[in-house]
């Protein structure tokens, strides 16, 4: 399976929101609710703040959002914090068990 | 707390057979509720799921990679493993261990990942 697309990066000014696109084809992201999304600052472990299109773990603050469309999936990312400025990765399942990543974001704050 | 690492060689010769292990700490292995996941991500790439393992010892594999992989679980039930034969330059990568939920598709606990570098 190809990977999903997601733009390489993505910026914004503290407080500001941005938002994050990821494209597959009905074979993935559009045939199932199962699109998720992970942060991973480098040489840490990735975490999931996002599961199921739109679930938050607990924990994760309510300033990250996601949402589905057709064969898209977003991220959003409100009230940027420094702290954001991190790599992000969604994640769908494409049937038969199998998984496809997107080739991931870099997020910066400005 | 569930911790997972993630130990091997970090250096592989060309031709060669990888074998990375992932211990759990904080979990037991035979929970149905999960699979047990090697990803890799490649320098300066994205995340590439390599396959999943379910505990009693039923795998699934991205084609990608089929004809060379191999994960299984290790008989102390807290260890699994990862071996990947005929490595190129193209393998190395930064290889991760994690736990996947299964029937909600959702990778929970990762590992923080050990780099292989493939070099004669």
């Known amino acids: 399976q190809s990977a999903l697309t997601q733009p390489p990066s993505a910026s914004g000014s503290p407080g500001q929101s941005v938002t994050i696109s990821c494209t597959g084809t009905s074979s993935d992201v559009g045939g199932y609710d199962f699109v998720s999304w992970y942060q991973h600052h480098p040489g840490k472990a990735p975490k999931l703040i996002i599961y199921?299109?739109?679930k938050r773990p607990s924990g994760v603050p309510d300033r990250f959002s996601g949402s589905k469309s057709g064969n898209t999936a977003s991220l959003t990312v409100s009230g940027l914090q420094f702290e954001d400025e991190a790599d992000y990765y969604c994640?769908?399942?494409?049937?038969?068990?199998?998984?496809?990543f997107g080739g991931g974001t870099k997020v910066t704050v400005l | 707390q569930l911790q997972l690492q993630e130990s091997g060689p970090g250096l592989v010769k060309p031709s060669e057979t990888l074998s990375l292990t992932c211990t759990i700490s904080?979990?037991?292995?035979?929970?149905?509720?999960?699979?047990w996941v090697w990803i890799r991500q490649p320098p300066g790439k994205g995340l590439e799921w390599i396959g999943n393992?379910?505990?009693?010892?039923?795998?699934y594999y991205n084609s990608s990679f089929t004809s060379r992989v191999t994960i299984s679980v290790d008989p102390s039930k807290t260890q699994f493993s990862l071996k990947l034969s005929s490595m190129t330059a193209a393998d190395t990568a930064l290889y991760f261990c994690a736990r996947y939920r299964r029937l909600a598709d959702y990778i929970d606990h990762w590992g923080q990942g050990t780099l292989v570098t493939v070099s004669s």
């Open positions: 994640m769908s399942y494409a049937g038969n068990n199998d998984l496809v």
């Open positions: 199921e299109v739109i």
């Open positions: 393992l379910f505990y009693s010892g039923n795998t």
């Open positions: 904080g979990d037991s292995i035979t929970s149905s509720l999960y699979f």
